[in-house]
């Protein structure tokens, strides 16, 4: 135990093993989904049109592998990030990275899939080498305090979104987008029931309170038959697709249009990876008296290094979760959070049907009561400076309406030096911060011009 507080330097961030194990129990329930939406993701399932209700998969790519492999890329991240970066943030292949492998590179472009997991490694190898530069570390510490700030209430808004979405609350609408789901649906009565749940808990200053709304609402769920009971306990996991990339070297065609794809990849990863660690750094205290990341070098590394074990194993790109806040709400603030999440994620990888228990529609209300405590942000930011609210709004704004975090971010980033040299404070700029700029306007031609 003694080992546990000095490696980690429990005391030091004022924490102890039960917190930090908590946190990480919290941190794999909120996350816990993407072990089997990722694999559902990577497949494009569709119905096959027979009226038999049988789904096809327009990838070729089978569950099995993909569950494992996801599962694999999760616990190499963490670990990773929680022995050598000491922070309380956990990994897995990313949601909308996953649907832009299957929809937009295999499904709309006509790649194999095999290739994709090529371009995905290359990326994510050129991800390592901008973090061992130092480069990657410079650019997120180059994003002025409000703007990080923003980052932070816009992601929140946006998992909020997700929750929304999950519990059913939120619904497409063709008329308008966006509309109020069913109320009379049981599922969505569940999630607005493990809502009022955890809400209740947090309010009474429970700690713990996410978890324990988990927990509680998939009781509930359970008893109403809203949750299926388990439908075992211990099943072997299926081999993954381990080096499979290599067919994407053989037997894809590498033309101009997938060097964009490889572009596209790296931007979404680094950019998502970037405005996670910033908030989960601000709500962990991993700042300095500037607003910097502390040792954001290793955290960036550890990052870059998932996504290449991730394409090794047969899944898309593997990033920082800003699911690791549910963990840090709880208390979680160093690496042994990580640690023990990554552990959970190997046991469950072997107990994965216990998993079929958190439902959607269980950690929807941990997803929103996280957007609500990241929503906390705003009152920080400096609303009476006219260039920050500007571009703090667009950033909080495009984030869910685009359903991506880079996105957000991007629109933003070109607005606010565009702002600042208007009002002729564009020596407050930092070099970073325009090469960015030029950098996001050339983003959006080229996510025009390809047709993305």
């Known amino acids: 135990?003694?080992?546990?507080?000095?490696?980690?330097?429990?005391?030091?961030?004022?924490?102890?093993?039960?917190?930090?194990?908590?946190?990480?129990?919290?941190?794999?329930?909120?996350?816990?989904?993407?072990?089997?939406?990722?694999?559902?993701?990577l497949q494009g399932l569709v119905d096959d049109g027979t009226g038999t209700g049988t789904m096809i998969s327009?990838?070729?790519?089978?569950?099995?592998?993909?569950?494992?492999?996801?599962?694999?890329?999760?616990?190499?991240?963490?670990?990773?990030m929680g022995l050598y970066a000491n922070y309380p943030v956990a990994l897995a292949p990313g949601m909308g990275m996953n649907a832009f492998f299957t929809w937009t590179v295999v499904v709309t472009l006509g790649y194999s899939p095999w290739q994709g997991f090529a371009g995905i490694l290359i990326s994510g190898l050129l991800f390592v080498l901008l973090s061992l530069s130092g480069l990657r570390k410079r650019i997120i510490n180059a994003i002025p305090k409000n703007l990080k700030l923003a980052i932070g209430a816009g992601i929140g808004f946006f998992i909020a979104f997700i929750g929304l979405q999950n519990a059913g609350l939120i619904v497409d609408n063709p008329a308008v987008l966006v509309g109020l789901g069913d109320l009379s649906d049981p599922v969505v009565l569940l999630a607005v029931f493990g809502l009022l749940v955890t809400v209740g808990l947090y309010v009474l200053k429970i700690?713990?309170?996410?978890?324990?709304?988990?927990?509680?609402?998939?009781i509930v769920g359970i008893i109403f038959g809203q949750v299926g009971l388990p439908t075992g306990i211990v099943d072997a996991p299926p081999a993954p697709?381990?080096?499979?990339?290599?067919?994407?070297?053989?037997?894809?065609?590498?033309?101009?249009q997938f060097f964009i794809v490889i572009f596209a990849l790296l931007f979404i990863d680094f950019f998502d990876t970037a405005g996670t660690l910033v908030t989960v750094g601000h709500s962990a205290g991993l700042l300095d008296e500037t607003g910097e990341l502390k040792d954001s070098g290793k955290a960036l590394l550890a990052d870059?290094?998932?996504?290449?074990?991730?394409?090794?194993?047969?899944?898309?790109?593997?990033?920082?979760?800003?699911?690791?806040?549910a963990g840090v709400e709880v208390g979680g603030r160093t690496g042994l959070t990580s640690v023990f999440t990554a552990?959970?994620?190997?046991?469950?990888?072997?107990?994965?049907?216990?998993?079929?228990?958190?439902?959607?529609?269980?950690?929807?209300?941990?997803?929103?009561?996280?957007?609500?405590?990241?929503?906390?942000?705003?009152?920080?930011?400096?609303?009476?400076?006219?260039?920050?609210?500007?571009?703090?709004?667009?950033?909080?704004?495009?984030?869910?309406?685009?359903y991506s975090i880079a996105e957000g971010i991007a629109v933003g980033f070109v607005f606010y030096p565009l702002t600042m040299l208007i009002t002729k404070r564009h020596k407050e700029v930092?070099?970073?911060?325009?090469?960015?700029?030029?950098?996001?306007?050339?983003?959006?031609?080229?996510?025009?011009?390809?047709?993305?």
């Open 1 to 41: 135990m003694d080992f546990l507080k000095n490696f980690f330097k429990l005391e030091e961030h004022g924490t102890t093993v039960k917190t930090e194990f908590l946190a990480g129990l919290t941190t794999f329930l909120a996350m816990a989904y993407i072990l089997f939406v990722n694999p559902t993701t």
């Open 58 to 80: 327009l990838t070729g790519l089978e569950w099995g592998p993909i569950f494992t492999a996801t599962a694999i890329a999760a616990i190499a991240g963490t670990l990773i």
């Open 207 to 218: 700690r713990g309170a996410i978890l324990y709304g988990i927990v509680i609402t998939s």
């Open 241 to 256: 697709y381990f080096f499979e990339f290599t067919k994407g070297f053989t037997d894809g065609v590498w033309d101009f």
């Open 304 to 325: 870059s290094t998932a996504t290449v074990i991730g394409a090794i194993s047969g899944t898309s790109s593997t990033t920082s979760y800003i699911e690791s806040l």
């Open 343 to 402: 552990l959970f994620f190997f046991v469950f990888m072997f107990f994965s049907p216990l998993l079929s228990v958190v439902t959607a529609a269980v950690t929807a209300p941990a997803l929103i009561m996280v957007g609500v405590l990241m929503a906390s942000q705003l009152k920080d930011i400096d609303w009476n400076d006219t260039v920050i609210a500007v571009s703090a709004f667009l950033v909080i704004l495009v984030m869910p309406l685009t």
């Open 430 to 452: 930092s070099i970073e911060m325009w090469v960015l700029s030029v950098v996001f306007v050339v983003y959006f031609v080229v996510k025009a011009t390809a047709g993305f």
